[in-house]
């Protein structure tokens, strides 16, 4: 049985044997928001899976990283010339963007117009091949030459767990860690108590098996998989 965010808040200050006024909600609450961020920023995680859309827009380099953006696993969208078949857009770092279109890094990140005719022997727009993340925005390259969807598949920080929305996948599947963790963390911030390293213990064998378990899930059916993360 899974606990929301109010029975996690509960449950962290019993288990330090704390009330309300020695540790208040407000900070009980971040503890258990700071474990869920802090996770999900190291680990490509299933609580952060996030799958999308966004439209390209001709003569348009910059759209702006969605909110809780955290890094990218995949764009794509369909070929024009066969439905049947998807073309992906490659990631590559800012660097080889600018050595690979130089031209339209000189309109920087409020790019509205196509590349200038001829600057640096780039003169036409294109269907993108590539795309880097810069700044909060993302970069296509060569910059569109008509509107068309591009599919994204990306890794998000979850928003953080509130009273009015106490529930989301991490509190679903895997309450126990933010509650170990959560007690690891109060313990560093000040509410001491003399379990925190067996608190620590369980908290580190369950980030251990999540990571194993995304691992799991990312490969082939009945394809055999080591118990190391990886």
Not at 84 to 113: Q, R
Not at 149 to 173: G, S, Y
Request: proline share 6%; charged share 25%.
């Amino acid at each position: 049985m899974s606990k929301d965010f109010i029975e996690l808040k509960a449950s962290l200050r019993e288990w330090l044997g704390l009330t309300t006024k020695e540790l208040p909600d407000l900070i009980c609450g971040d503890i258990i928001n700071l474990v869920q961020r802090r996770y999900c920023r190291l680990h490509e995680s299933r609580f952060g899976e996030t799958s999308d859309t966004f439209e390209a827009r001709e003569s348009i380099r910059d759209y702006a990283a969605p909110e809780g953006w955290s890094k990218p696993r995949s764009f794509w969208f369909p070929d024009p010339d066969d439905q049947n078949e998807v073309v992906y857009i490659d990631y590559v770092n800012k660097d080889l963007f600018d050595k690979t279109f130089p031209a339209s890094g000189l309109f920087g990140s409020t790019f509205t117009a196509p590349m200038g005719a001829g600057a640096f022997g780039e003169s036409n727009l294109g269907t993108p091949e590539i795309y880097t993340v810069w700044a909060g925005y993302i970069m296509l390259g060569p910059v569109p030459d008509h509107a068309f969807t591009i599919f994204r598949n990306w890794w998000r920080i979850p928003a953080d767990l509130t009273d009015a929305v106490p529930t989301n996948e991490f509190t679903k599947q895997a309450w126990e860690y933010l509650l170990f963790k959560g007690l690891v963390m109060a313990s560093l911030f000040g509410f001491e108590d003399a379990r925190m390293p067996g608190w620590k213990d369980q908290a580190d064998e369950i980030e251990k098996d999540l990571i194993i378990e995304d691992a799991r899930a990312r490969t082939t059916a009945h394809a055999a998989i080591s118990e190391m993360p990886g």
